[in-house]
């Protein structure tokens, strides 16, 4: 089994358990975690919606993103994706929810953000938040699947952790 699937299964135990429903905001996975985790029968038990912003635009309108902070740090910032996954958990009938921001490649990237540079925003209705920029390497979909997989994992490691 592939380990997006594998991941999606587990994560959908752990929500269950916790009595949990996740939401995601996406960028430059463009819905891969929630293709991942809809792919999983009987996920509308613990998946609630998916945001996918990939333009700025999007993500200020659907997400609450201020214009400032994509102004001041960019789309492929910590503090934008702080900002998506609030807008995520405050605009969604979520209570945990993921959002993703960055260069998949193969162009976009610069001596400061290069192409494989993703962040992340996690969160969730406790007040839980944790902000993660990753340094992925490949392809564009190499880095779009290692995306995925680190979301997953992240969101599955805590939930673990939780029990």
Request: hydrophobic share 40%; aromatic share 6%.
């Amino acid at each position: 089994m592939e380990s997006h699937q594998l991941l999606s299964i587990e994560l959908g135990k752990l929500l269950l358990q916790h009595q949990q429903v996740l939401a995601t905001a996406e960028s430059c996975t463009g819905g891969g975690v929630s293709v991942s985790v809809t792919d999983i029968a009987g996920s509308s038990a613990w998946f609630d919606r998916a945001f996918v912003t990939y333009s700025n635009e999007a993500k200020m309108e659907m997400l609450e993103v201020q214009a400032q902070t994509l102004e001041t740090h960019g789309a492929v910032s910590e503090p934008t994706v702080v900002e998506m996954v609030k807008g995520a958990l405050k605009n969604a009938n979520a209570t945990i929810a993921v959002s993703i921001s960055g260069i998949a490649g193969p162009g976009g990237g610069s001596d400061e953000k290069p192409v494989g540079t993703v962040c992340f925003g996690f969160a969730d209705h406790t007040g839980w938040l944790k902000v993660s920029t990753e340094h992925f390497s490949g392809d564009r979909a190499e880095v779009r699947s290692q995306a995925v997989d680190f979301a997953l994992k992240t969101l599955c490691d805590y939930l673990s952790e939780r029990s």
